[in-house]
């Protein structure tokens, strides 16, 4: 769950415009330009509340330089609130307790801002509406009351007219759905009526999403499937699905999302965001240093054709975290911003009627693939299938018979597979001796010991099923087993057993620590 939301999109612009085009944007919730981040919620005051030298700044401070491009004002968070009418909260900002509203209304007059939007704006930022957030009151009976719903926020915010503008003057650029409860009914209805007001409109006006990484997203699963979004920010945090388990082919799920955009949205240009927490407190779980988010994001960046860029939650948090944005949109404009070469198919074509080990890699149907466990179905883009996507790929596979799987007799339904996961066979001698060897069959803690290919391996996290020096990179080499070890050490962090969701504590065994 999000209180708050910044996002953050990093690019290098030209002169300050924004490119939907490009690979390098970072932000903390709008998630298709060069830099976009969350403004409004002042997360990093609602978790530090006697530093008020790093709370939210106004709009325009954060315009000061190129790392930010998006902004997406947070939230919108009642629909039909006071006299029908919606309602904002921005937090120290502007809200409907602290400041004036309009009559017979809970809507906050927030005129102030306009000033800001469009000093933004002249430099070539990109404002939106974020509506929704984690606590709002949001969500449609009818397709008739999304329509007109729509209408008022066309009227309110964008290109439309109305006596009620709550910022002013100041004309955004679009809106973005962060719609975290409510249900999703007629939310298709809402988006459509937007793209068709601003079809004769003079300006772009953009429209994204903030689904949680979770493949369908809860509440707007079917709504990505029928409505056409510029890109949506995935929140790769706060969930099994987040930075906290990358290359864990189990859990990160970036390909589900890359196949999502390039085949089954309406949308075959779609962005899709990393969403990632700007600091240690502005999110449960998820958040990793700039370092390790900088290698992630650069290895999406050229594994998959819709990588867009990094989102950041939130500005505040951004900022007092060293400048977390511009850290990463260095990096990102590091690896380069415009184009995108499919990798080749490096793993061996996959094989009906093969047994494949857990961590096994194949290619099929333009990606490679991971088995996450013991595998033999045919790899799809499937949540709750066997496989994972961990790279999109061109060209031919290699032969097959290069696979370390064994194959199923036709004339048996039973599996007989030649693969090194029987009981493990523990050294009886040297610096490993008492250590085990490692088994695909076995979930392994954090700094769990194994044995593998004569090495001997500490686990960086919680893993299962990820071969000690495979692409997931779980497991660090502590080298040839020529030094001491104190046999039985390992025991304190293996758990046994073939299906780690039993495991108790799970997701707490697998956070990075930096």
Same mark, same amino acid.
């Given at each position: 769950?999000?209180?708050?939301?910044?996002?953050?999109?990093?690019?290098?612009?030209?002169?300050?415009?924004?490119?939907?085009?490009?690979?390098?944007?970072?932000?903390?919730?709008?998630?298709?330009?060069?830099?976009?981040?969350?403004?409004?919620?002042?997360?990093?005051?609602?978790?530090?509340?006697?530093?008020?030298?790093?709370?939210?700044?106004?709009?325009?401070?954060?315009?000061?330089?190129?790392?930010?491009?998006?902004?997406?004002?947070?939230?919108?968070?009642?629909?039909?609130?006071?006299?029908?009418?919606?309602?904002?909260?921005?937090?120290?900002?502007?809200?409907?307790?602290?400041?004036?509203?309009?009559?017979?209304?809970?809507?906050?007059?927030?005129?102030?801002?306009?000033?800001?939007?469009?000093?933004?704006?002249?430099?070539?930022?990109?404002?939106?509406?974020?509506?929704?957030?984690?606590?709002?009151?949001? !969500?449609? =009976?009818?397709?008739? &009351? @999304?329509?007109?719903?729509?209408?008022? #926020? $066309? +009227?309110?915010?964008?290109?439309?007219? /109305?006596?009620?503008?709550?910022?002013?003057?100041?004309?955004?650029?679009?809106?973005?759905?962060?719609?975290?409860?409510?249900?999703?009914?007629?939310?298709?209805?809402?988006?459509?009526?937007?793209?068709?007001?601003?079809?004769?409109?003079?300006?772009?006006?953009?429209?994204?999403?903030?689904?949680?990484?979770?493949?369908?997203?809860?509440?707007?699963?079917?709504?990505?499937?029928?409505?056409?979004?510029?890109?949506?920010?995935?929140?790769?945090?706060?969930?099994?699905? !987040?930075? =906290?388990?990358?290359? &864990? @082919?189990?859990?990160?799920?970036?390909? #589900? $999302? +890359?196949?999502?955009?390039?085949?089954? /949205?309406?949308?075959?240009?779609?962005?899709?965001?990393?969403?990632?927490?700007?600091?240690?407190?502005?999110?449960?779980?998820?958040?990793?240093?700039?370092?390790?988010?900088?290698?992630?994001?650069?290895?999406?960046?050229?594994?998959?054709?819709?990588?867009?860029?990094?989102?950041?939650?939130?500005?505040?948090?951004?900022?007092?975290?060293?400048?977390?944005?511009?850290?990463?949109?260095?990096?990102?404009?590091?690896?380069?911003?415009?184009?995108?070469?499919?990798?080749?198919?490096?793993?061996?074509?996959?094989?009906?009627?093969?047994?494949?080990?857990?961590?096994?890699?194949?290619?099929?149907?333009?990606?490679?693939?991971?088995?996450?466990?013991?595998?033999?179905?045919?790899?799809?883009?499937?949540?709750?299938?066997?496989?994972?996507?961990?790279?999109?790929?061109?060209?031919?596979?290699?032969?097959?018979?290069?696979?370390?799987?064994?194959?199923?007799?036709?004339?048996?339904?039973?599996?007989?597979?030649?693969?090194?996961?029987?009981?493990?066979?523990?050294?009886?001698?040297?610096?490993?001796?008492?250590?085990?060897?490692?088994?695909?069959?076995?979930?392994?803690?954090?700094?769990?010991?194994?044995?593998?290919?004569?090495?001997?391996?500490?686990?960086?996290?919680?893993?299962?099923?990820?071969?000690?020096?495979?692409?997931?990179?779980?497991?660090?080499?502590?080298?040839?087993?020529?030094?001491?070890?104190?046999?039985?050490?390992?025991?304190?962090?293996?758990?046994?057993?073939?299906?780690?969701?039993?495991?108790?504590?799970?997701?707490?065994?697998?956070?990075?620590?930096?």
């Amino acid at each position: 769950m999000r209180v708050s939301v910044l996002a953050v999109n990093i690019a290098v612009l030209g002169a300050f415009a924004f490119d939907n085009s490009r690979y390098d944007n970072v932000g903390c919730s709008f998630a298709w330009s060069p830099s976009l981040i969350y403004w409004g919620q002042n997360s990093y005051g609602a978790v530090h509340g006697t530093d008020s030298a790093n709370f939210q700044k106004t709009l325009s401070f954060y315009c000061q330089d190129n790392a930010i491009d998006v902004f997406p004002i947070a939230f919108l968070n009642v629909f039909f609130g006071t006299g029908g009418a919606p309602s904002i909260n921005l937090a120290n900002t502007c809200n409907p307790t602290d400041n004036a509203t309009f009559p017979g209304t809970n809507l906050a007059n927030c005129a102030s801002l306009a000033t800001d939007i469009q000093t933004c704006q002249g430099k070539g930022k990109i404002i939106t509406l974020s509506l929704g957030g984690a606590t709002g009151s949001v !969500g449609f =009976q009818s397709d008739s &009351q @999304a329509t007109t719903f729509a209408q008022t #926020i $066309w +009227d309110m915010f964008l290109g439309g007219s /109305s006596s009620t503008r709550p910022f002013g003057s100041a004309v955004l650029d679009g809106v973005d759905l962060d719609i975290e409860g409510g249900g999703s009914a007629s939310y298709a209805t809402f988006v459509n009526k937007i793209r068709s007001l601003a079809s004769g409109a003079n300006k772009k006006y953009y429209i994204t999403a903030a689904p949680q990484c979770v493949f369908p997203d809860g509440a707007l699963g079917g709504v990505l499937n029928t409505a056409i979004f510029d890109a949506i920010y995935g929140i790769f945090y706060n969930n099994p699905c !987040g930075l =906290q388990a990358f290359g &864990q @082919a189990s859990n990160w799920n970036f390909g #589900i $999302w +890359d196949n999502w955009a390039r085949n089954t /949205s309406p949308n075959k240009n779609v962005k899709v965001y990393i969403g990632a927490p700007a600091s240690s407190t502005a999110a449960g779980s998820g958040y990793v240093g700039i370092s390790t988010l900088s290698n992630n994001a650069v290895q999406m960046r050229k594994s998959f054709p819709s990588f867009g860029g990094v989102m950041l939650w939130d500005a505040s948090q951004a900022y007092a975290n060293n400048r977390f944005d511009k850290g990463i949109k260095d990096a990102l404009t590091a690896a380069g911003g415009t184009g995108f070469t499919f990798p080749a198919c490096t793993a061996p074509a996959y094989v009906p009627g093969t047994n494949y080990p857990g961590a096994s890699q194949v290619s099929s149907g333009g990606y490679i693939w991971q088995a996450k466990w013991f595998a033999s179905s045919q790899p799809t883009s499937n949540p709750n299938g066997d496989w994972s996507a961990i790279s999109a790929c061109g060209g031919s596979a290699i032969p097959p018979s290069s696979s370390p799987a064994s194959t199923i007799s036709s004339s048996s339904s039973t599996k007989s597979s030649t693969s090194p996961t029987s009981t493990p066979t523990t050294p009886t001698g040297g610096a490993c001796a008492g250590v085990a060897a490692w088994s695909s069959t076995i979930a392994y803690q954090m700094n769990a010991k194994i044995t593998y290919g004569g090495h001997l391996w500490t686990a960086k996290w919680w893993t299962q099923a990820d071969v000690p020096g495979g692409a997931a990179g779980v497991w660090t080499d502590n080298g040839l087993c020529t030094s001491s070890f104190q046999a039985g050490e390992e025991n304190s962090h293996v758990v046994r057993g073939s299906n780690p969701t039993t495991i108790p504590a799970r997701m707490n065994s697998r956070v990075f620590n930096y």
